[in-house]
């Protein structure tokens, strides 16, 4: 059974930080490319990051510079690290991992909140 758990989320103040984990199991990890998207209310669900395979990365242009994807495949665990957080970025996150052959699955998602 896939199951992609993600940690990490809450509330913080505009300019805080923020650093979310996606645990996987049930998947040989390494082989997927994770990622993380977004949707805020009313909103469409977006790409934020993206770490393939191989290591390389790419952001929405609106967290470039402020987030930062990484993974650890001895962990089976992608992160995100969120600096400086406005309140734009206010949204339920989902762990996404998708192999070559299209498997794809979702975590649950957690919520960040960014207010003053």
């Known amino acids: 059974q896939v199951q992609l758990v993600e940690s990490g989320g809450g509330l913080v103040q505009p300019g805080e930080s923020l650093r979310l984990s996606c645990a996987a199991s049930?998947?040989?990890?390494?082989?997927?490319?994770m990622g993380w998207y977004r949707q805020a209310p009313g909103k469409q669900r977006e790409l934020v990051a993206r770490?393939?395979?191989?290591?390389?990365?790419n952001y929405a242009d609106s967290v470039k510079g402020r987030f930062t994807i990484s993974r650890d495949n001895a962990k089976n665990t992608v992160y995100l690290q969120m600096n400086s957080l406005k309140r734009e970025d206010t949204a339920v996150y989902y762990c996404?991992?998708?192999?070559?052959?299209?498997?794809?699955?979702w975590g649950q998602g957690t919520q960040v909140t960014v207010s003053s």
């Open positions: 996404n991992a998708v192999n070559s052959f299209g498997n794809e699955y």
């Open positions: 770490i393939r395979s191989g290591g390389s990365t």
């Open positions: 049930g998947i040989v990890f390494s082989i997927y490319a």
